[in-house]
């Protein structure tokens, strides 16, 4: 893609490296970093998380609460899979826009936008529910205990 700057010549836009989350036109990449030392070493992947009452299949983009789906855009979703990826970690407020907007200019009131709605369909802070912290001005972290399953459903 080339574009003419204010100076009138043309230049080579060429994306960032640290913006490349692996998404490609079909669609994000199937392999997630979503398995633990001890199950990567047992060669076995997990097919599911599950934390609280709610079990995520990461691949399916898909949420449930019980047998129930949950309400929840893709945007939303790939936050929760970000966050969970990285349970425990600080995770930026650019970290998770380079991830869930690769190559896109967006607002961070996005960002604010669709956490507020993940917050929500998760009802973090009530009922003794605590999944997601926010750091002001840093980022987020997930905090919930979380379980790996393997594609039958049994911890890990």
């Known amino acids: 893609m080339r574009s003419i700057s204010a ?3 043309l230049e080579q836009f060429h994306p960032e490296p640290r913006l490349d989350t692996g998404h ?3 669609g994000p990449v199937s392999t997630r970093p ?3 030392q001890r199950a990567a070493s047992a060669g076995v992947t997990p097919a599911d998380v599950s934390f609280g009452p709610f079990r995520l299949h990461p691949t399916q ?3 449930l609460e019980g047998d129930k789906p949950v309400c929840l855009g893709s ?3 790939e936050i929760l899979i970000a966050l969970l990826e990285r349970r425990g970690e600080l995770v930026s407020k650019q970290d998770l826009m380079a991830r869930v907007w690769p190559n896109v200019f967006v607002e961070p009131a996005n960002l604010t ?3 507020s709605a993940l917050r ?3 009802r973090d802070g009530r009922d003794g529910h605590r999944f997601i ?6 980022g987020y972290c997930f905090v919930g205990r979380v379980d790996e399953l393997s594609a039958n459903g049994e911890a890990l």
């Open 7 to 9: 100076f009138g010549r």
């Open 24 to 26: 490609t036109v079909q």
């Open 34 to 36: 979503f398995v633990s």
């Open 61 to 63: 983009l898909l949420l």
């Open 75 to 77: 945007r939303a979703l």
């Open 113 to 115: 936008v669709h956490m």
């Open 120 to 122: 929500r369909a998760l």
């Open 133 to 138: 912290v926010n750091i002001p001005g840093r």
